[in-house]
């Protein structure tokens, strides 16, 4: 039974540009979450996905968006990338908003 | 506003000591609470879910409480070894359905 799977593991942006990651959930699991994690510090969260919508986001601007597809695999987006954007994106999924969390193995970004 | 900590931010004991991490929040309006291990660099690896009506719940040599009258959680761990070092999170998932996370503690196991 895979687990939570994230692409790609690392990579490197300069500012202004776009980046693209990819998730896709634990086997049976139908809801997404995206979290922000800065070294040394807990993850924040970005926003969650159920039913190819998104049902709550967190305090985050809109150059961060996202999408879900039918298979319930989703994408994050960040446009116009920041230095502050450097950090350790963890996608997270469940089956049903209460139910355990699993969290894949996430995406290193860094932006110069 | 719902607020997690946990204390002591690090830990550091020899190794066959057990010991336990403290988990508080503010409102026990709280669907559940999880616990995670974080290992440098890597994911968040799930340890325990305790649900709202629950009190406690064990996996191998770890075992959570949770006491949401007085908005704290435990967890022990029996038989430290080296290999449980890593940062371990709390979190609870509140009244408006939004997870909410503690600092962690970093524990170190000495040999």
């Known amino acids: 039974d895979a687990g939570v799977t994230q692409s790609p593991t690392h990579l490197i942006k300069t500012r202004g540009q776009q980046v693209t990651l990819r998730c896709s959930p634990k086997?049976?699991?139908?809801?997404v979450s995206w979290y922000q994690q800065a070294l040394g510090q807990g993850p924040q969260f970005i926003f969650q996905y159920y039913e190819e919508e998104e049902r709550q986001r967190g305090n985050f601007p809109d150059r961060f968006s996202g999408h879900q597809f039918p298979n319930y695999s989703s994408e994050l987006n960040v446009n116009a990338l920041l230095l502050g954007d450097s950090a350790l994106y963890l996608c997270?999924?469940?089956?049903?908003?209460?139910?355990?969390?699993?969290f894949g193995e996430g995406s290193r970004l860094t932006v110069l | 506003k719902q607020e997690v900590t946990q204390i002591p931010a690090a830990l550091s004991v020899p190794e066959g000591e057990n010991l336990v991490l403290n988990c508080s929040f503010t409102?026990?309006?709280?669907?559940?609470l999880q616990w995670f291990r974080q290992d440098p660099g890597k994911g968040l690896t799930s340890l325990l879910l305790?649900?709202?009506s629950q009190r406690e719940q064990t996996s191998g040599r770890l075992n959570a409480s949770l006491d949401k009258s007085s908005g704290r959680s435990t967890l022990y761990i029996a038989a430290s070894q080296p290999g449980d070092s890593a940062t371990y999170l709390c979190?609870?998932?509140?009244?408006?359905?939004?997870?909410?996370w503690g600092a962690g503690t970093k524990l170190i196991i000495k040999p």
């Open positions: 997270a999924s469940n089956l049903a908003v209460a139910g355990e969390l699993f």
């Open positions: 305790i649900q709202s």
């Open positions: 979190a609870v998932l509140d009244s408006n359905y939004q997870l909410i």
């Open positions: 086997s049976g699991h139908d809801t």
């Open positions: 409102d026990s309006a709280i669907y559940n």
